[in-house]
């Protein structure tokens, strides 16, 4: 009886870790070609939201109480969005859950390598900042240039190069929406020849806009910007949020940037759409040998494909930072 009973005990601790939930490991030394398991943890958490959908498409034992992937510590960086779909679906009682066993951060950025010191001077660039900026060589895939908005340098953000240094803006003195212009008051020492990449910055009611200008046109004491498409005729043409015009509270607010005219102190950048370069002016904290300098590319860090038949449901990220989103609409 005592044989039957301890054979009894054993089937029934064996069925139960049978059906425990599956673990799924996820580490920076890891590779997508291993199984996932402890030891042979998968590099990439793209990889292991495919083994749980082939766990869950199989109807695999293990995912009666659920699936667990594990993500060890580090920055991972992703070359695409996480993409989520009906298949990849849990339950009440078999939920998937993503967490970090330690600080994980995954970064829709890319890091900028290979800086130099600027020896002489760049066209435009302020006598003020002679001998102090550093350039690099942008990454490109092959398809498309790196465009941005923002940067980060030793997990600081810098500050785009603008007209209004600190947190000064300045108040837009006209909106055309007919011809789709927008006029600003002419700041003394401006210069606004070199509008290449130049964009400008518009705060309206709860809403901001960014506009890449096409044109300046200097008019008296001000200057008439017109502004690429489809900026130029979605800014003019919705009824709300609008620039506005208001004695009482006065005009919008605005500021211009990304212009090199506007690099003129420490911790501001730069980029050159048009040859490729990222220009900087480092703190003094900062050697630019070994910074870590990071810009934004994937807009998407996470995209949720379900639908109202199908959705996607307990499916949950636990203790796991995302960082450098872009944003580029409404250029893009």
């Not at 030891?39 to 749980?52: C, D, G, M, S």
């Not at 785009?160 to 002419?186: F, H, V």
């Not at 605005?254 to 506007?262: D, G």
Request: aromatic share 10%; with cysteine; hydrophobic share 40%.
């Amino acid at each position: 009886m005592k044989q039957i009973g301890l054979s009894f005990l054993l089937t029934f601790i064996l069925l139960h870790f049978q059906v425990a939930a599956v673990e799924i490991y996820v580490a920076k030394n890891g590779a997508d070609t291993n199984n996932g398991n402890m030891e042979q943890p998968l590099a990439t958490l793209h990889a292991a939201i495919r083994k749980a959908r082939e766990l869950r498409r199989l109807k695999d034992p293990s995912t009666k109480d659920g699936i667990k992937i594990l993500v060890g510590a580090g920055i991972y960086q992703l070359h695409e969005p996480i993409i989520l779909r009906p298949e990849d679906a849990g339950t009440k009682d078999s939920p998937t859950e993503i967490f970090a066993t330690e600080k994980v951060v995954l970064s829709g950025g890319v890091k900028i390598a290979g800086w130099k010191k600027v020896n002489g001077t760049v066209a435009g660039l302020p006598k003020k900042a002679f001998g102090k900026i550093w350039v690099a060589d942008l990454p490109n895939d092959g398809i498309s240039a790196l465009i941005f908005r923002q940067l980060w340098v030793n997990g600081t953000k810098a500050i785009r190069a603008k007209n209004y240094n600190g947190e000064a803006m300045g108040r837009i003195l006209s909106w055309d929406k007919k011809n789709q212009t927008c006029r600003i008051p002419l700041q003394p020492n401006t210069d606004l020849s070199k509008i290449a990449g130049m964009e400008m910055l518009i705060h309206q009611w709860w809403a901001i806009a960014n506009l890449r200008v096409k044109s300046v046109k200097v008019i008296g004491n001000a200057a008439e910007l017109s502004f690429m498409q489809p900026e130029s005729r979605i800014q003019s043409e919705h009824p709300w949020p609008a620039p506005w015009i208001s004695e009482k509270t006065g005009n919008s607010a605005f500021y211009l940037s990304n212009a090199i005219q506007f690099l003129d102190e420490p911790g501001e950048w730069f980029e050159d759409l048009k040859n490729h370069k990222i220009y900087y002016w480092p703190k003094a904290s900062e050697n630019m040998r070994n910074a870590d300098v990071v810009a934004p590319a994937l807009e998407n860090l996470v995209k949720i494909e379900g639908t109202i038949d199908h959705p996607v449901s307990f499916v949950s990220f636990k203790g796991i930072s995302f960082e450098h989103a872009t944003w580029l609409r409404p250029s893009r």
